[in-house]
């Protein structure tokens, strides 16, 4: 199948349309060559840039199909045609495919993810966007509706034993390289608590029992947490005697 041709074809008949947005007609603003693949545009210039084409919802979703097959080993043209299958949009009217090529799409979602080379899997951030992000984030502040959701969410939520159980056997064995462990170092240099901040945290200690637990192989009674990270399973008395 001559995937260009059809591209070239669904692009000309837009073009010839003269096509304009308005109230009672949706378009979708479209680059003709992709930005990846050096296209250049605005797609708010649809009316005077020559790369930015008006789209219905069907042909913008087809045209992304075509280009990731054309090139399929271009993995931002591949997300671009996953992302046109995500279809829960609030802005746009997404055209609906069938649930085949929405399958299809998963399906390559997972293999850009998991594979070695894959666009989303080890994906770093530039300085550069990095320094976007710190600037659309400065002086924003949560409502209080949204502070309220989030206390709402977290309060009283606790690890299951069967979940504590799982954190702890997957850590089992994990050796930390000369390299993480001086990062882990570096990272906690200079990084301690102020006085106010100890102050607060000993006033919500005051008052408080500490549960003491006593060990059933050398009969040692301490703290809940040290007693059961050294004793009980990883008393040594226990493994003396086993």
Same mark, same amino acid.
């Given at each position: 199948?001559?995937?260009?041709?059809?591209?070239?074809?669904?692009?000309? =008949?837009?073009?010839?349309?003269?096509?304009?947005?308005?109230? +009672?007609?949706?378009?979708?603003?479209?680059?003709?060559?992709?930005? #990846?693949?050096?296209?250049?545009? +605005?797609?708010?210039?649809?009316?005077?840039?020559?790369?930015?084409?008006?789209?219905?919802? =069907?042909?913008?979703?087809? #045209?992304?199909?075509?280009?990731?097959?054309?090139?399929?080993?271009?993995?931002?043209?591949?997300?671009?045609?996953?992302?046109? #299958?995500?279809?829960?949009?609030?802005?746009?009217?997404?055209?609906?495919?069938?649930?085949?090529?929405?399958?299809?799409?998963?399906?390559?979602?997972?293999?850009?993810?998991?594979?070695?080379?894959?666009?989303?899997?080890?994906?770093?951030?530039?300085?550069?966007?990095?320094?976007?992000? =710190?600037?659309?984030?400065?002086?924003?502040?949560?409502?209080?509706?949204?502070?309220?959701?989030?206390?709402?969410?977290?309060?009283?939520?606790?690890?299951?034993?069967?979940?504590? /159980?799982?954190?702890?056997?997957?850590?089992?064995?994990? /050796?930390?390289?000369?390299?993480?462990?001086?990062?882990?170092?570096?990272?906690?240099?200079?990084?301690?608590?102020?006085?106010?901040?100890?102050?607060?945290?000993?006033?919500? /200690?005051?008052?408080?029992?500490?549960?003491?637990?006593?060990?059933?192989?050398?009969?040692?009674?301490?703290?809940?947490?040290?007693?059961?990270?050294?004793?009980? +399973?990883? #008393?040594?008395?226990?493994?003396? +005697?086993?």
């Amino acid at each position: 199948m001559n995937y260009q041709r059809i591209y070239d074809s669904i692009i000309n =008949r837009a073009k010839s349309e003269g096509r304009v947005k308005s109230k +009672d007609t949706y378009y979708e603003a479209h680059h003709i060559v992709p930005v #990846c693949l050096g296209g250049e545009g +605005d797609t708010g210039r649809w009316r005077t840039h020559p790369n930015i084409v008006l789209l219905t919802g =069907r042909e913008h979703f087809l #045209c992304h199909w075509l280009l990731h097959s054309m090139r399929p080993e271009n993995q931002k043209l591949t997300k671009a045609f996953v992302m046109m #299958c995500n279809v829960k949009d609030k802005v746009q009217q997404r055209y609906v495919p069938s649930s085949r090529v929405i399958e299809y799409a998963r399906m390559l979602h997972i293999q850009c993810s998991r594979g070695s080379a894959g666009y989303w899997k080890g994906k770093h951030l530039t300085e550069e966007a990095k320094e976007k992000l =710190r600037k659309c984030n400065i002086g924003r502040t949560h409502t209080e509706d949204t502070k309220k959701k989030l206390r709402q969410r977290s309060t009283g939520r606790t690890h299951t034993e069967e979940s504590i /159980k799982k954190m702890s056997e997957s850590k089992k064995g994990v /050796k930390f390289t000369d390299d993480h462990r001086e990062k882990l170092k570096q990272a906690k240099l200079g990084n301690s608590h102020s006085q106010e901040t100890r102050n607060k945290m000993s006033k919500t /200690k005051l008052g408080k029992k500490r549960a003491l637990i006593k060990c059933p192989h050398c009969n040692k009674i301490g703290g809940n947490n040290v007693m059961k990270q050294w004793h009980f +399973d990883n #008393c040594k008395k226990k493994k003396t +005697d086993s």
